[in-house]
């Protein structure tokens, strides 16, 4: 057999392995390996006067228990997670409800609401950086004059209002990738049922309760699980606008584990960190997916 | 219809409203990218009254302006001469693409057509490494690539930005292959052509609005991606996303350049964008909702 006859001969046949291998190879030495590698980095720390990692047992695991900024940063991840999914759920519903409708303008508007979907997430935190800037930014200004918030206590440097800072930046950028959904899945709803409820003189709470939402009830799922997922990744918006600070009050997991690796140049327990990070969002996705019976 | 009752005027106003809240923070930063100094640290901040001024992109691509307005040449570029990081973006967000795309195609294709022991699982399997949180990932890859010789080089950073990628590429694909009837490629092998040849000259052509949009979305990811930049690179090459964060420094943030290289990081994005409408919903679900 020549070297060219052999994928001409696994082309022909019906097997799927020469199709996948490109995939399975770069996934094996992407993703399999580098796994692998984290799990045995856990075990391991870093040695600064050795300069060299050392066998540490299972003490990087041990010390999640006794650590209080993993448990801040659990804190603050969750509530990230779930006060910005809430907002994004119910704003991005709201507003696909309004933009459904084929009155003119209406196509223009739901173009112009994707283009926030493309800007890098870390610009966007700059943007809002400088809108929520004591000094000059637009946001600060208007809240300021509103009375919302005092000079002294800058929106992203004040420990109550740091966290409601950054998500409002993620839920600037992504409540339009719920209303696209969200839009899509409105679209696609059979006729019949609304008008045998306008027959029956249903409300338009109760039309919107009992029929638009369990005819949505997949579309919601698959927004929540696309969504959660990189919610509770989050990373740009804390590195950019706030790092964190100030104290723990924007520590999320994953900044956490990023800082503890490439700041503090500690490998094992940053290895740590992000395998925690992995298996929570294994774990909720995996459950949440068995749960609504999300499939692909 | 749903809120058939609310009244039609109100409703148009309402909607120009809240999307005009959306536009308005893009609106004020490119509006940012044309002030000087002087009226950025405007207080209260100038949304309309400023004098608008090229100086910031002249700055950061170190170029001059002068042929649209009078003005001294600069010297060879300012402290934030970013065009180079303007093409390390290009070459990553196109390569790190069209790898994505050729793998996730053909594993696709399989995925749609052929019926074997564990392709739910595979599937599945797919779908968990988009899970990985970014850090899980580049803490072993800081490792594996300073062992290699990949840190700091484009040929890493795209084998990254490929891998992110590949999930999306992979279900979006497979659902754009499973549009297109089984029939066809059956009736061609009774015909005796060979999956390959079914693949290259009947389905590939069949999908290419697909690839396109997965093309498009693989892109966009790979330009607006930040912790893989930031931690597998060092002096060697940026990406524009990375590089923004750069200009908040010790002395004060260079929010005219920074305002000045993100508007014209966010064009080709916006631009790309529009192509792909049709496809956007079915690629931001990763193919599992159809519009």
Not at chain 1, 42 to 57: C, D, T
Not at chain 1, 67 to 93: H, K, P, W
Not at chain 1, 127 to 156: A, R
Not at chain 2, 88 to 106: E, G, P, R, W
Request: charged share 10%; glycine share 6%.
């Amino acid at each position: 057999m020549t070297a060219t006859a052999l994928p001409r001969r696994w082309f022909l046949s019906d097997h799927p392995l020469p199709w996948l291998a490109p995939l399975i190879a770069m996934l094996a030495v992407f993703a399999v390996y580098p796994l692998f590698y984290n799990i045995w980095l856990s075990f391991h720390e870093y040695a600064p006067f050795r300069r060299k990692l050392e066998y540490v047992g299972w003490s990087n695991w041990g010390a999640l228990f006794s650590d209080q900024r993993l448990a801040d940063s659990l804190t603050v991840t969750f509530t990230y997670f779930f006060v910005a999914l809430a907002i994004q759920l119910v704003l991005g519903m709201a507003l696909a409800l309004l933009l459904d409708s084929d009155a003119p303008g209406f196509g223009f508007l739901r173009g112009a609401l994707t283009l926030t979907l493309v800007i890098p997430p870390a610009v966007t935190g700059m943007m809002f950086l400088l809108m929520q800037d004591p000094e000059f930014g637009v946001i600060s200004y208007v809240l300021l004059n509103l009375g919302l918030i005092t000079p002294q206590t800058p929106i992203l440097a004040s420990p109550a209002t740091a966290l409601a800072g950054v998500i409002l930046a993620d839920v600037w950028q992504w409540t339009p990738f719920m209303v696209l959904i969200f839009l899509a899945g409105l679209r696609a709803l059979p006729q019949e049922p609304y008008e045998a409820a306008m027959i029956d003189g249903a409300s338009w709470w109760m039309t919107f309760r009992r029929i638009t939402l369990p005819m949505m009830s997949k579309v919601i799922a698959v927004a929540i699980l696309i969504r959660g997922i990189d919610l509770f990744r989050v990373f740009d918006y804390v590195f950019v606008m706030t790092s964190g600070g100030p104290g723990t009050a924007t520590y999320t997991l994953n900044y956490y584990a990023w800082q503890q690796t490439f700041s503090f140049i500690k490998w094992g327990y940053g290895a740590t960190l992000s395998l925690l990070t992995l298996a929570i969002i294994l774990i909720m996705a995996n459950l949440f997916i068995w749960l609504a019976k999300v499939r692909w | 219809m749903v809120g058939a009752r609310f009244p039609r005027v109100m409703r148009q106003l309402a909607a120009w409203v809240a999307v005009a809240f959306f536009a308005f923070p893009i609106f004020y930063w490119f509006t940012t990218a044309f002030k000087s100094a002087k009226d950025i640290f405007d207080k209260p901040p100038s949304v309309w009254t400023f004098t608008p001024t090229l100086r910031n992109f002249e700055e950061v691509f170190g170029i001059s302006l002068g042929f649209l307005r009078q003005q001294e040449v600069l010297p060879g570029g300012g402290n934030f001469y970013m065009a180079p990081r303007l093409w390390d973006s290009i070459v990553i967000a196109v390569l790190s693409t069209l790898l994505a795309v050729a793998i996730a195609t053909l594993a696709a294709y399989a995925l749609s057509r052929m019926r074997f022991r564990g392709r739910h699982h595979f599937v599945a399997w797919v779908l968990s490494t988009r899970m990985m949180p970014p850090v899980a990932v580049a803490i072993p890859m800081f490792f594996i690539f300073r062992d290699t010789g990949l840190m700091d080089t484009y040929q890493g950073v795209i084998l990254v930005h490929a891998l992110m990628n590949l999930p999306l590429a992979v279900l979006l694909m497979k659902s754009f292959f499973d549009d297109i009837p089984a029939e066809i490629d059956e009736s061609a092998i009774i015909d005796g052509a060979s999956r390959w040849l079914i693949f290259r000259r009947v389905v590939l052509p069949m999908a290419r609005g697909g690839i396109a949009a997965t093309a498009v979305l693989c892109f966009i990811f790979s330009w607006t991606e930040f912790l893989f930049v930031l931690t597998l690179t060092q002096t060697g090459l940026k990406t524009v996303p990375v590089v923004s964060s750069t200009f908040v420094t010790s002395t004060g943030t260079a929010w005219g350049n920074m305002a000045a290289l993100g508007a014209a990081a966010m064009i080709p994005a916006f631009i790309f964008i529009l192509l792909v409408q049709r496809h956007l919903v079915r690629g931001l679900t990763l193919g599992s909702l159809k519009q």
